[in-house]
C-alpha cells in the first residue's frame, strides 16, 4: 500500500505580510466594529491565494451571547460553504493570536497562513499552527494591542469570561482573607481582606491584560493589581502573593 503523502500548504506566491494588507486593514476595522458594538475587539479575515477577500468577522460573543462565535469562527461562517480548493494557500488575518477553538479550525481548512496582529494580550495556538505545517506571522501591531486593553478596561469582566477563564490564564484561589506563613495556611489578621469579601468562597482572576505573573519565579512575592469576583460584585484592588506555576495560580495573601 501507497504510503499517503503529508499535507503542507503552498506559499509560494505569498508576499511577506504587513499591516498595509487589505486582508489586515479588513480584519482590524472588525475588530474597531466589534469595540464600538460592546464587545470583544477581535476582527479576522479570509484571504485566498489571490489576494480575494473570502470573508471576514469579528468576535459576537457578547453582542450575541454565543458560546463559539469568536472572530476567525464568524470569518469562516461568513465566507459561507466553499470548495476545498478556497482555502489552498489561503491566509487567515487576525488581530489576536488564535484560540484553541479558532485555531483547529484553520487547521481543519488547512489554511496555509495565518497572520496575528499581536500576541502578547493572549497567546493561543501559534505553536501548533507551526506543528501542522501552518505559517504564522506575529506583526506586533501596536493599534491591535491597544484597541485590546482599551475593552480590557472598560470590560474586564467580559475578558475574563471571554478569554482569560476559558483559556486557563492563571486564576486567583479562594484564599483571600487567609495568611501564608511558610508552607502553613492560617486565618489573616488583616481586615482589609476580610472587609473585601464575602465568606462564600470567592474567585479572582488577575487583571485582565497582566500577563507577566505566568513569567515569574514559582513562590516569589510579588504586588500586583487584580480584580476580585464577587457575584454581582467585582471589587479591584492591590494584592501581593505567589505564583505557583505548577498550578497555574496566583496565591491571594495580602492586600495592599
Known sequence: MTKATPWTPNMSNLKSPTSDDPGFKAAYQEAKTGFDEGGVPIGACLVDKDGKILGQGHNMRVQKSSATLHAEI?????????PASAYRGATMYTTLSPCDMCTGACVMYKVARVVMGENDTFVGGDEYLKQRGIEVVNLKNAECEHLMKEFIKKHPEDWSVDVAIAENMPILTPLVGMKISGNRI??????ALHNS???HQPYAVLRPGQSQPLFFEAGAVHTLPVTLHNEPIMHPFLGGGHIDLARRVFLLTEVC
Open 74 to 82: 464568524s470569518c469562516f461562517e461568513n465566507a459561507g460553504r466553499l
Open 186 to 191: 492560617r486565618p489573616s489578621s488583616n481586615r
Open 197 to 199: 469579601t464575602r465568606p
